[in-house]
């Protein structure tokens, strides 16, 4: 009985022992898991920080480029400007240099306009000399302007310039008589009778006549101030030089007398 109690009280002992060490065994188990569980949590929390993290580095990233693109059309819209105001600046000045020029032209028109009206009297007076003193071609057409200009002068509603602009008109006619030949009829009077007659102009050298017949030609003699009478040799080249200024014949050498300061040449 004793050996019985004996081997039981070890038994005994001996489950004693596995359930303390099955006891220990659970206890690192749960110690284990729970250290587990927690190293779990922790691996989770610092994987979310560190997505939170990424999403976080990402916006400052996507802000970062944002923020680099508005600086970068900020800076080319400055240089823009820069470089407008620039050419603004460019304008200015040149309308500024326009202004001085104006105002120095307005201060000189007021003079010009005081000495304008002496220099129009003045080439008008001269041109009405001029045609007195010139050949007798074309002589009421001639005088009839000169009369135009003389009136116009004097009228209120034609400004200075136009007035300027008709004279050097005018002049600009009797320059071009002189460069010209010129046939047309019109009357003349001949010992006292008023005849029609063609006249031929060799610009301002020489004024012919020809009665309409051929019976009788002439000249203007410019240092006597009267019509001569031309022999009849003189009117077969008279009548050329008609056709011709009409351009009803060819360009020709024609040999015509021509007045001169000490009498008339040929």
């Not at 939170?52 to 990402?58: E, L």
């Not at 200009?149 to 004097?154: A, P, S, Y």
């Not at 006292?192 to 051929?214: P, T």
């Not at 002439?218 to 022999?231: A, I, Q, S």
Request: charge should be negative.
């Amino acid at each position: 009985m004793i050996k019985i109690f004996i081997v039981m009280l070890f038994l005994s002992r001996k489950c004693q022992i596995l359930l303390a060490s099955s006891v220990l065994s659970l206890t690192s188990v749960a110690v284990f898991a729970d250290t587990l569980s927690q190293t779990i949590q922790t691996e989770n929390t610092i994987q979310k920080n560190a997505v939170k993290s990424q999403k976080n580095i990402d916006g400052l990233d996507d802000r970062t480029r944002k923020m680099l693109e508005e600086f970068r059309s900020a800076t080319r819209q400055t240089k823009t400007l820069l470089t407008y105001n620039a050419h603004l600046k460019a304008l200015l000045d040149s309308q500024e240099a326009e202004k001085a020029s104006f105002e120095q032209q307005l201060e000189q028109i007021e003079t010009t306009q005081r000495e304008i009206v002496p220099l129009i009297l003045n080439m008008q007076e001269s041109l009405e000399q001029f045609v007195q003193l010139d050949l007798p071609f074309l002589p009421d057409e001639r005088k009839q302007r000169v009369t135009d200009l003389k009136d116009m002068i004097t009228r209120a509603d034609v400004s200075n310039a136009e007035k300027f602009r008709r004279i050097i008109e005018a002049y600009q006619i009797e320059n071009d008589y002189g460069n010209t030949i010129e046939a047309y009829r019109a009357n003349l009077e001949l010992e006292g009778n008023i005849s029609s007659v063609d006249f031929l102009r060799l610009g301002r050298v020489a004024l012919y006549y020809q009665r309409l017949d051929g019976s009788e030609t002439g000249f203007w003699n410019n240092t006597e101030k009267h019509w001569e009478t031309l022999p009849t040799e003189y009117r077969n080249a008279i009548r050329q030089g008609l056709r011709i200024a009409r351009k009803e014949a060819a360009p020709d050498l024609l040999t015509l007398p021509v007045s001169t300061a000490t009498g008339v040449t040929q």
